[in-house]
Protein backbone atom coordinates (compact mmCIF):
# COMPACT_ATOMS: atom_id res chain seq x y z
CA UNK A 1 0.00 0.00 0.00
CA UNK A 2 2.71 2.48 0.85
CA UNK A 3 4.52 1.40 -2.34
CA UNK A 4 1.43 2.37 -4.38
CA UNK A 5 1.33 5.24 -2.52
CA UNK A 6 4.80 6.35 -3.54
CA UNK A 7 4.11 5.49 -6.93
CA UNK A 8 1.05 7.57 -6.88
CA UNK A 9 2.98 10.75 -5.85
CA UNK A 10 5.86 9.93 -8.66
CA UNK A 11 2.73 9.94 -10.82
CA UNK A 12 1.37 13.20 -9.75
CA UNK A 13 4.84 15.16 -9.77
CA UNK A 14 5.47 13.45 -13.55
CA UNK A 15 2.14 15.34 -14.64
CA UNK A 16 2.24 18.30 -12.41
CA UNK A 17 6.04 19.05 -14.26
CA UNK A 18 4.93 18.70 -17.40
CA UNK A 19 1.62 21.01 -16.56
CA UNK A 20 3.61 23.98 -15.77
CA UNK A 21 3.74 24.90 -19.70
CA UNK A 22 0.99 25.42 -21.46
CA UNK A 23 -0.03 27.07 -24.84
CA UNK A 24 -2.60 28.77 -26.36
CA UNK A 25 -3.82 31.14 -29.40
CA UNK A 26 -4.53 34.56 -28.53
CA UNK A 27 -6.21 36.87 -30.80
CA UNK A 28 -4.75 40.19 -31.36
CA UNK A 29 -6.82 43.71 -32.44
CA UNK A 30 -4.73 44.57 -35.36
CA UNK A 31 -6.68 47.37 -36.40
CA UNK A 32 -4.27 49.90 -35.06
CA UNK A 33 -1.86 48.80 -38.31
CA UNK A 34 -4.66 49.59 -41.27
CA UNK A 35 -3.33 52.89 -42.19
CA UNK A 36 0.61 52.44 -42.95
CA UNK A 37 2.22 53.43 -46.13
CA UNK A 38 4.15 50.40 -46.67
CA UNK A 39 2.15 47.42 -45.94
CA UNK A 40 -1.17 48.10 -44.04
CA UNK A 41 -3.55 45.74 -42.94
CA UNK A 42 -7.18 45.43 -43.33
CA UNK A 43 -10.32 43.69 -42.05
CA UNK A 44 -9.22 40.95 -43.49
CA UNK A 45 -6.10 40.16 -41.73
CA UNK A 46 -6.23 38.32 -38.66
CA UNK A 47 -4.01 38.26 -36.06
CA UNK A 48 -2.87 35.41 -33.51
CA UNK A 49 -0.08 35.25 -30.66
CA UNK A 50 1.31 31.55 -29.88
CA UNK A 51 1.22 32.20 -26.39
CA UNK A 52 2.98 30.06 -23.74
CA UNK A 53 1.69 29.98 -20.11
CA UNK A 54 4.48 29.19 -17.43
CA UNK A 55 3.54 28.59 -13.56
CA UNK A 56 4.65 26.84 -11.15
CA UNK A 57 8.38 28.14 -11.34
CA UNK A 58 8.87 26.70 -14.48
CA UNK A 59 11.40 28.14 -17.50
CA UNK A 60 10.43 27.89 -21.00
CA UNK A 61 13.62 26.85 -23.05
CA UNK A 62 12.29 25.72 -26.82
CA UNK A 63 9.99 25.19 -29.19
CA UNK A 64 9.72 23.28 -32.26
CA UNK A 65 6.63 24.87 -34.51
CA UNK A 66 5.20 23.12 -37.88
CA UNK A 67 1.93 25.87 -39.38
CA UNK A 68 -0.41 24.73 -42.21
CA UNK A 69 -2.37 27.29 -43.55
CA UNK A 70 -5.45 25.62 -46.29
CA UNK A 71 -7.14 28.98 -46.37
CA UNK A 72 -5.15 32.26 -46.09
CA UNK A 73 -1.56 33.29 -46.16
CA UNK A 74 0.90 34.55 -43.84
CA UNK A 75 1.82 38.36 -43.84
CA UNK A 76 5.34 39.72 -43.67
CA UNK A 77 5.85 43.55 -43.10
CA UNK A 78 8.93 44.43 -45.36
CA UNK A 79 10.44 46.47 -42.38
CA UNK A 80 10.06 43.30 -40.48
CA UNK A 81 12.10 40.42 -39.58
CA UNK A 82 12.02 36.87 -38.41
CA UNK A 83 12.17 38.80 -34.59
CA UNK A 84 10.41 41.09 -32.91
CA UNK A 85 10.16 44.24 -35.12
CA UNK A 86 11.54 47.59 -33.87
CA UNK A 87 9.25 49.41 -32.04
CA UNK A 88 10.67 52.96 -32.88
CA UNK A 89 8.96 52.43 -36.29
CA UNK A 90 5.76 51.76 -35.23
CA UNK A 91 4.78 55.47 -35.31
CA UNK A 92 5.28 55.94 -38.98
CA UNK A 93 4.60 52.08 -39.60
CA UNK A 94 1.63 51.00 -37.37
CA UNK A 95 1.49 47.48 -39.19
CA UNK A 96 5.14 46.53 -38.50
CA UNK A 97 3.63 45.63 -34.87
CA UNK A 98 1.48 42.77 -36.81
CA UNK A 99 4.37 41.04 -38.89
CA UNK A 100 4.61 37.92 -38.40
CA UNK A 101 7.65 36.83 -36.23
CA UNK A 102 8.99 34.67 -33.61
CA UNK A 103 9.74 35.74 -29.60
CA UNK A 104 11.47 34.59 -26.50
CA UNK A 105 9.44 35.04 -23.20
CA UNK A 106 9.92 38.39 -22.23
CA UNK A 107 7.81 41.58 -22.48
CA UNK A 108 6.91 41.59 -26.40
CA UNK A 109 9.07 44.64 -28.61
CA UNK A 110 12.19 44.32 -25.77
CA UNK A 111 14.44 43.60 -28.49
CA UNK A 112 15.07 40.27 -26.66
CA UNK A 113 15.16 37.53 -29.02
CA UNK A 114 15.27 33.73 -29.61
CA UNK A 115 18.03 31.51 -31.19
CA UNK A 116 17.04 29.37 -33.72
CA UNK A 117 18.12 25.82 -33.81
CA UNK A 118 16.38 25.60 -37.45
CA UNK A 119 14.48 27.53 -39.72
CA UNK A 120 12.53 29.70 -39.75
CA UNK A 121 11.71 28.63 -43.27
CA UNK A 122 8.33 30.76 -44.39
CA UNK A 123 6.14 29.91 -47.84
CA UNK A 124 3.05 31.90 -48.35
CA UNK A 125 1.44 28.70 -46.32
CA UNK A 126 3.64 27.34 -44.49
CA UNK A 127 6.35 28.02 -41.58
CA UNK A 128 8.40 25.67 -39.51
CA UNK A 129 10.83 26.91 -36.84
CA UNK A 130 12.66 26.05 -33.90
CA UNK A 131 13.77 28.50 -31.13
CA UNK A 132 14.88 29.11 -28.15
CA UNK A 133 16.36 31.20 -25.40
CA UNK A 134 18.94 30.41 -22.20
CA UNK A 135 17.58 33.23 -19.60
CA UNK A 136 15.90 31.63 -16.88
CA UNK A 137 12.64 34.08 -17.85
CA UNK A 138 10.22 32.35 -15.21
CA UNK A 139 6.50 32.27 -14.69
CA UNK A 140 3.77 34.19 -16.89
CA UNK A 141 1.87 34.32 -19.73
CA UNK A 142 4.69 35.08 -22.76
CA UNK A 143 4.17 35.57 -26.54
CA UNK A 144 6.35 32.66 -28.21
CA UNK A 145 5.52 34.03 -31.94
CA UNK A 146 3.01 36.43 -33.99
CA UNK A 147 1.07 35.01 -37.36
CA UNK A 148 -1.23 37.38 -39.15
CA UNK A 149 -2.58 35.87 -42.35
CA UNK A 150 -4.52 37.57 -44.89
CA UNK A 151 -7.60 36.00 -45.98
CA UNK A 152 -10.43 37.23 -47.33
CA UNK A 153 -12.45 34.47 -46.44
CA UNK A 154 -11.19 33.57 -42.74
CA UNK A 155 -8.13 31.96 -42.04
CA UNK A 156 -8.02 28.08 -42.10
CA UNK A 157 -4.73 26.35 -40.42
CA UNK A 158 -2.93 24.52 -37.56
CA UNK A 159 0.17 25.15 -35.59
CA UNK A 160 1.39 21.69 -34.54
CA UNK A 161 4.63 21.51 -32.46
CA UNK A 162 6.20 20.92 -28.95
CA UNK A 163 7.82 23.09 -26.33
CA UNK A 164 10.33 22.04 -23.87
CA UNK A 165 10.57 23.67 -20.36
CA UNK A 166 13.35 23.05 -17.62
CA UNK A 167 11.36 21.19 -14.93
CA UNK A 168 10.34 18.60 -16.89
CA UNK A 169 13.79 18.26 -18.69
CA UNK A 170 13.91 16.82 -22.21
CA UNK A 171 10.36 15.96 -22.37
CA UNK A 172 8.09 17.58 -25.46
CA UNK A 173 5.08 19.15 -24.18
CA UNK A 174 2.84 19.07 -27.63
CA UNK A 175 0.66 21.50 -28.66
CA UNK A 176 -2.23 21.18 -31.69
CA UNK A 177 -4.13 24.57 -32.30
CA UNK A 178 -6.41 25.30 -34.53
CA UNK A 179 -7.19 28.93 -36.90
CA UNK A 180 -9.72 29.97 -36.96
CA UNK A 181 -9.73 29.39 -32.24
CA UNK A 182 -12.83 26.90 -31.62
CA UNK A 183 -15.36 28.77 -29.70
CA UNK A 184 -15.35 27.00 -25.89
CA UNK A 185 -19.07 25.64 -27.04
CA UNK A 186 -18.44 24.19 -29.71
CA UNK A 187 -15.98 22.43 -28.46
CA UNK A 188 -18.56 21.53 -25.73
CA UNK A 189 -21.33 20.71 -28.28
CA UNK A 190 -18.88 18.53 -30.32
CA UNK A 191 -17.90 16.51 -26.63
CA UNK A 192 -21.58 16.31 -26.27
CA UNK A 193 -22.53 15.28 -29.84
CA UNK A 194 -19.54 12.13 -29.63
CA UNK A 195 -20.94 11.73 -26.53
CA UNK A 196 -24.77 11.15 -28.31
CA UNK A 197 -23.33 9.33 -30.71
CA UNK A 198 -21.85 6.63 -28.24
CA UNK A 199 -25.23 6.01 -26.18
CA UNK A 200 -26.97 5.34 -29.16
CA UNK A 201 -24.64 1.93 -29.88
CA1 LIG B 1 8.36 38.67 -40.36
Given at each position: MRNLFAAAIVLAAGSIASASVSHYLLPVDNTSGYVDSQAPTSA?????DLMISVTGGD???SSAVVGNLTAGTFYQHPFGGDTEPNSALFGSFPALAYDSFFAAPAALFDNIN???A?????TDTTVTATW???PDTGDGD?????FTIYAPGGPVGTL??????KLSGGDLIPFNLNIPIPAPGSAMLLGLA???IRRRR
Open positions: DHYTFDWTPGFSGPVWFDTYTLARVGSSTAGLA
